[in-house]
């Protein structure tokens, strides 16, 4: 009914975060930003947003902040038990598919959209993976409400072959993006670099919006108020006390 | 509850855009402004036209580009063209610049606002009068400002990041050009409303000029788009 007075449907909640992945070279370097929302409060200044899913698999997570730590503690389980079934390292694409069917089941209401990358023996990966269930293979991702500051500094500056350090430093430029131009991202950019064998996680890589105090020592008083008499009272006095008749506890 | 608010016969509530533009991008450069805009007019979900000029002269000083609805944008030139003759007819060697051109832009947008029948654009207007470079926006609601740097539309979300990080006060024409071709390239990849089809218009004190549309060179062949899950059997 209220369609018919021109109220459009929410589309699909980009809620408060910039997250983001580039393949480089033979690695995948993943950002966030650290600001948690609770509608229009900042709830935590500094959450982590990238959470593991295997030694070489991280995960990016935007969204109802609930689900995406519920639904990637669940299949980091479901991937550290398959681990000891196969004696292997884990792969990204089982990691997506579990992810994937997982919040198609859910249909959507499991509002988590993440970022997914790794490094696996078949390589480098990084993939998308939307609340529905849908999923993309991309060399560069964002995702969340900063997803497009995120977007504009990738579109213009990515190239092929990076390197591990220019991937770093395009994966903070677009973070800071997201932090400086969405309202729903804010406060620290954390970086994760996965190389084959390694994996750095780097939390707080860098913190553009410190908390600044005016003077170092706090407040100082300009003048010394005068001291003009002094009386001291001592606030316990030491009394005897003297039994006069009868029982110490009597009355 | 519903008698209550659509009463008066046939007031004229909210419209809604047919034929709209996307966005418009402004700059300051070191000798003026520089503004940027596609030629496209979509219908909804189709791009129908592809040769609209969203960038329009207004009077001796000033720019004028308009995203959101055609038919509004073509209304509020007719507005300023009657505002621009009566300012020539006092022929007083005074004419209008691009601060005042804003102000009575903002009063026309708020006060149809203020009746609820907006006119469904958000305008950039540019100029150079007296050597003072002006830029400055009006939204359909009436909200307006001035800055070194605008953007409407999608170029809000997609240009205005690129704009806070590599925008200089002296910019040089080559150097405003690439910059704006830059956040057009952005659009054109991630706005699915644009085309390929662009025009820049350059004001300075000496004049303005409308450039001849051009298209911009795009790049699609990413190797890990051409086979994306390669190294992913199973996915998608």
């Known amino acids: 009914m209220l369609t018919k007075k021109g109220l459009k449907p929410p589309g699909y909640l980009k809620t408060g975060t910039t997250i983001v992945g580039v ?41 109802t902040a609930a689900d995406t730590e519920a639904v990637t503690d669940n ?27 997982h919040l198609f089941r859910y249909q959507g209401h499991v509002s988590a959209a993440l970022v997914l990358g790794g490094v696996d023996v078949t390589g480098p990966h990084l993939h998308t993976i939307y609340p529905h269930g849908s999923t993309d293979t991309l060399p560069f991702a964002t995702m969340g409400s900063g997803s497009l500051a995120a977007m504009a500094i990738f579109e213009s500056e990515y190239r092929e072959g990076l390197t591990r350090d220019e991937g770093v430093n395009l994966v903070t430029k677009a973070i800071c993006s997201g932090i400086f131009n969405d ?6 950019v954390d970086i994760c670099v996965i190389e084959k064998g390694k994996t750095e ?13 005016i003077s170092s020592k706090g407040y100082t008083f300009s003048k010394k108020t005068e001291v003009l008499h002094t009386k001291i009272t001592p606030l316990k006095e030491l009394v005897d006390v003297v039994q006069v008749g009868g029982d110490a506890m009597e009355e | 509850m519903d008698t209550l608010l659509s009463s008066e016969g046939d007031s004229q509530r909210t419209q809604y855009p047919y034929v709209t533009g996307t966005s418009i991008i402004g700059i300051k450069y070191k000798d003026g402004i520089l503004m940027a805009a596609d030629m496209g007019g979509s219908y909804g979900s189709t791009i129908r036209y592809k040769s609209v ?30 505002l621009i003759l009566h300012d020539n007819m006092w022929d007083d060697g005074n004419s209008l610049g691009p601060k005042e051109v804003h102000n009575y832009l903002t009063r026309v ?6 009746k609820f029948d907006p006119l469904w654009n958000s305008l950039v207007i540019g100029g150079v009068k007296n050597g003072q470079k002006y830029l400055g926006s009006v939204s359909m ?9 605008l953007a409407t539309g999608f170029g809000n979300h997609l240009a205005r990041p690129i704009l806070r990080e590599e925008w200089r006060e002296d910019l040089s024409f080559e150097e405003g050009v690439k910059l704006l071709e830059k956040c057009m390239r952005n659009l054109l990849y991630r706005d699915r409303s644009a085309v390929n089809k662009l025009q820049i218009a350059k004001i300075t004190e000496e004049g303005l000029t409308v450039s001849q549309p051009y298209s911009l060179k795009t790049f699609w062949n990413f190797a890990a788009f051409q086979n994306p899950t390669v190294g992913a059997t199973g996915s998608w």
């Open chain 1, 201 to 213: 996680y780097l939390r707080n890589h860098l913190t553009p919006n410190p908390r600044t105090y």
């Open chain 2, 109 to 114: 947008m708020y006060n149809r606002r203020n």
């Open chain 2, 53 to 82: 000029e969203r960038l329009k002269q207004v009077g001796k000083h000033s720019l004028i580009g308009a995203s959101g609805e055609i038919s509004d944008f073509q209304e509020i030139l007719k507005y300023l063209d009657e």
């Open chain 2, 141 to 149: 609601i009436g909200v307006h400002y001035e800055d070194d740097h």
């Open chain 1, 75 to 101: 299949i980091s389980s479901q991937l550290k038990l398959h681990r000891y079934h196969t004696g292997r390292e884990s792969r990204v694409v089982t990691a997506l598919t579990l992810l994937k069917s």
């Open chain 1, 183 to 188: 309202l729903g991202s804010g406060s620290n």
């Open chain 1, 23 to 63: 393949v480089c070279k033979d690695c995948v370097v993943l950002g966030a930003d650290t600001r948690a929302t609770a509608g229009s409060i900042v709830a935590d200044k500094n959450c982590e947003k990238i959470h593991n899913m295997a030694p070489n698999i991280l995960c990016c997570g935007a969204g």
